[in-house]
């Protein structure tokens, strides 16, 4: 990873918050000139530190009323087998996110169903179901909100 100065952090700050502001909006923000800060935000890229501007969505407005997390354990740990399933379950449209762990359980899954029937057959068919999955445990999510915050080992 290369060195970033001040300028690309304050940018990057900025971005985090909302991706969506026009690059003459973060150049004010910044200080520079809007050359200046769409060169930036294109060295940003092509260095790979940013990968892409996402939008958040409203999930209950599109009828995912219920959230939750599904702790998984696999029989086995073959990276053949953590690939495949890793692959079938971000193919899947109620997955939200996916993170594979180390500890107790190898997977945990970020899921938005439409209603409680939703969530009890998506389990049986795409987690019970599969051979390689020998525990589970479903929790409901309450709230979910996101951090708009840069990680604080980068001492902005």
Same mark, same amino acid.
């Given at each position: 990873?290369?060195?970033?100065?001040?300028?690309?952090?304050?940018?990057?700050?900025?971005?985090?918050?909302?991706?969506?502001?026009?690059?003459?909006?973060?150049?004010?923000?910044?200080?520079?000139?809007?050359?200046?800060?769409?060169?930036?935000?294109?060295?940003?890229?092509?260095?790979?530190?940013?990968?892409?501007?996402?939008?958040?969505?409203?999930?209950?407005?599109?009828?995912?009323?219920?959230?939750?997390?599904?702790?998984?354990?696999?029989?086995?740990?073959?990276?053949?087998?953590?690939?495949?399933?890793?692959?079938?379950? $971000?193919?899947?449209?109620?997955?939200?996110?996916?993170?594979?762990?180390?500890?107790?359980?190898?997977? $945990?899954?970020?899921?938005?169903?439409?209603?409680?029937?939703?969530?009890?057959?998506?389990?049986?068919?795409?987690?019970?179901?599969?051979?390689?999955?020998?525990?589970?445990?479903?929790?409901?999510?309450?709230?979910?909100?996101?951090?708009?915050? $840069?990680?604080?080992?980068?001492?902005?």
């Amino acid at each position: 990873m290369r060195n970033l100065d001040q300028l690309d952090l304050d940018i990057l700050a900025h971005l985090f918050r909302d991706a969506g502001m026009t690059n003459k909006d973060l150049a004010v923000l910044v200080g520079v000139a809007p050359s200046t800060c769409l060169e930036r935000v294109r060295k940003l890229q092509q260095d790979g530190v940013l990968k892409g501007a996402h939008c958040e969505v409203d999930h209950q407005a599109l009828g995912g009323h219920i959230q939750a997390m599904v702790s998984l354990q696999l029989a086995r740990h073959s990276r053949q087998i953590i690939d495949a399933f890793r692959d079938a379950i $971000l193919a899947l449209p109620e997955v939200i996110s996916l993170f594979h762990m180390g500890g107790k359980d190898d997977f $945990l899954v970020h899921l938005c169903v439409a209603d409680t029937e939703h969530l009890r057959n998506f389990v049986f068919d795409h987690f019970t179901s599969r051979e390689e999955v020998v525990h589970l445990e479903t929790s409901l999510v309450f709230e979910h909100r996101f951090s708009r915050s $840069l990680p604080c080992f980068l001492n902005i």
